[in-house]
């Protein structure tokens, strides 16, 4: 069956430091992997997509790279702060498809 | 209106009541997803509409769970005999994009908050 897997334990890192978060799919042919954010007591929050034929894709403080033959994304978020702290999921799409499935987050917190 | 609004943000119902969620998509989106999400885990489809039709509602975990979108707007879910395994938050999602031909790209999605339901 289709799965995702997402670190399960909390990362904790230093404010300013890289924050680096990883996602692995099996049985899936994603045309689009993305990435949300979640604050507790809130729905998730798109924060970036990218297509299988991207290798790497930016925005901000923020890159994704998604490698198809390895199966996985890793989520990086540069001079992290303490309001990144949050849950963060990844999320696969089919292309034409309308079913996205998520993975069960990692929680991030960052230390001042 | 300018996001996706749920109610009623809290629910706390007897096992064995039914109950009704409530889901306002974001004016003009096509599709409207409900997810269900439980404590420490990530959202879990349940069902998808295409304006008002019901295109796909295999996540539904039972046949006590019921939801329509009659006017391919609002929508409701609805949960009959509530068990107390159905407690978690149920998540409303819109998303510009539609199935066919004139649609295309990822299909990206605009969440409510959710509705916290517990079933004492």
């Known amino acids: 069956s289709q799965k995702i897997e997402q670190n399960s334990e909390a990362l904790n890192i230093q404010e300013g430091k890289t924050a680096t978060l990883t996602c692995n799919y099996t049985?899936?042919?994603?045309?689009?992997l993305q990435w949300y954010r979640q604050d507790p007591g809130r729905g998730p929050v798109f924060l970036l997509l990218?297509?299988?034929?991207?290798k790497e894709k930016r925005k901000e403080r923020l890159k994704v790279t998604f490698d198809t033959t390895l199966k996985q994304s890793l989520f990086h978020i540069t001079a992290s702060q303490p309001a990144d702290s949050a849950t963060y999921l990844c999320?696969?799409?089919?292309?034409?498809?309308?079913?996205?499935?998520f993975g069960a987050g990692t929680r991030l917190f960052v230390k001042a | 209106g300018a996001g996706v609004s749920q109610s009623p943000r809290y629910k706390v119902a007897k096992r064995g009541q039914d109950v009704a969620l409530r889901c306002d998509p974001i004016?003009?989106?096509?599709?409207l997803f409900w997810y269900q999400q439980a404590l420490g885990q990530g959202p879990e489809f349940l069902t998808y509409?295409?304006?008002?039709?019901?295109?796909?509602k295999s996540g539904l975990p039972s046949d006590r769970f019921f939801a329509e979108r009659p006017e391919g707007s609002v929508s409701t879910l609805k949960i009959q005999r509530t068990q107390q395994e159905d407690s978690a938050v149920y998540l409303c999602?819109?998303?510009?994009?539609?199935?066919?031909?004139?649609?295309?790209?990822?299909?990206?999605?605009?969440f409510g908050a959710g509705s916290r339901l517990t079933v004492l």
């Open positions: 990218i297509r299988e034929n991207e």
């Open positions: 509409f295409q304006n008002e039709a019901q295109l796909d």
């Open positions: 004016s003009g989106h096509v599709s």
């Open positions: 999602a819109s998303s510009s994009k539609g199935q066919g031909s004139t649609y295309s790209g990822a299909n990206v999605l605009t």
């Open positions: 999320a696969l799409d089919r292309n034409g498809g309308f079913k996205t499935i």
């Open positions: 049985n899936y042919s994603p045309a689009y």
